[in-house]
């Protein structure tokens, strides 16, 4: 029983480092304005699927208006995607269309609700090359709202 407290523990803190460990938040570097709509997409490392869950809550809850993407490669050749969209967005930018759309550059597919969506992938070197097409997705879904 302990070592599944400590398990949990050691999680607890790789989130909390992933958010900047209490300070300056390492997703202020990441944030990009599209449209009047803040998006915060970042490979995160050393988390699991549960933590990106958390840690996608902890940036949208910090967000006026935005969309979240986060992406982890969780094993070998395993990739765990998480997209998380506030309410005032999520019928412009819906997250399950998002994860459908984007999970197959990292060789994946996944979908959700408007508000929250995860999927998984293959390729975890496509990870950069998904989150930079995020923006792009972003910016046509506008477009077409």
């Known amino acids: 029983m302990a070592e599944r407290s400590f398990a949990k523990e050691v999680q607890q ?11 300056t938040s390492a997703a202020e570097e990441e944030r990009v304005d599209i449209g009047g709509i803040t998006l915060i997409a970042r490979q995160v490392h050393d ?3 549960a933590s ?5 809550d902890t940036y949208k ?5 935005g969309v979240v993407l986060l992406a982890a490669q969780i094993a070998d ?3 765990a995607i998480v997209a998380s969209v506030t309410p005032d967005v999520k019928d412009r930018v819906p ?3 998002l994860v459908k759309e984007l999970a197959p550059l990292v060789g994946g597919k996944g979908g959700g609700r408007p508000d929250f969506a995860e999927a998984g992938g293959k390729d975890p070197v496509k ?10 997705l972003i910016e046509r879904l506008l477009s077409l709202a």
Request: glycine content about 12%; hydrophobic content about 40%.
């Open 13 to 23: 803190l790789k989130t909390k480092l992933a958010l900047g460990g209490g300070g």
């Open 127 to 136: 990870i950069p090359d998904m989150l930079a097409e995020s923006r792009k």
């Open 95 to 97: 997250a399950g269309q």
């Open 47 to 49: 988390v699991d699927k």
């Open 61 to 65: 809850s910090r967000l006026k208006t």
């Open 77 to 79: 050749d395993a990739v």
């Open 52 to 56: 990106l869950r958390s840690l996608a």
